[in-house]
Nanobody
Framework: QVQLVESGGGLVQAGGSLRLSCAAS????????MGWYRKAPGKQRELVAT???????NYADSVKGRFTISRDNAKNTVYLQMNSLKPEDTAVYYC?????????????WGQGTQVTVSS
């Protein structure tokens, strides 16, 4: 059974940093692009950043220059380094990955990790 497990959220002051991790486990054959999304109260879920298996990245305009996405393909893990955090970055952050096993292909989501940035 495939799972995505996130860690690294928390409370930080504006201007601070946090690093999120998301590890995929199970009988994994391949993982395509991995990404981070976030959902703030009263807002729709939005894309934060994605990274392909080859390392190509894409960022939301609101986080460019502050956040960095990376991945370790050997560990099936994706990271999100968040610097210069702002109160508007407060949200639940979700990891996403389309994963292929020997028997199926599915779009998996993590359970979410809360990031709170105080002013």
């Amino acid at each position: 059974q495939v799972q995505l497990v996130e860690s690294g959220g928390g409370l930080v002051q504006a201007g601070g940093s946090l690093r999120l991790s998301c590890a995929a486990s199970g009988s994994i054959f391949s993982i395509n692009a991995m990404g981070w999304y976030r959902k703030a109260p009263g807002k729709q879920r939005e894309l934060v950043a994605t990274i392909t298996s080859g390392g190509s990245t894409n960022y939301a305009d609101s986080v460019k220059g502050r956040f960095t996405i990376s991945r370790d393909n050997a560990k099936n893990t994706v990271y999100l380094q968040m610097n210069s955090l702002k109160p508007e970055d407060t949200a639940v952050y979700y990891c996403n990955a389309p994963i292929t096993t020997m028997t199926s292909a599915w779009d998996y989501w993590g359970q979410g990790t809360q990031v709170t940035v105080s002013s």
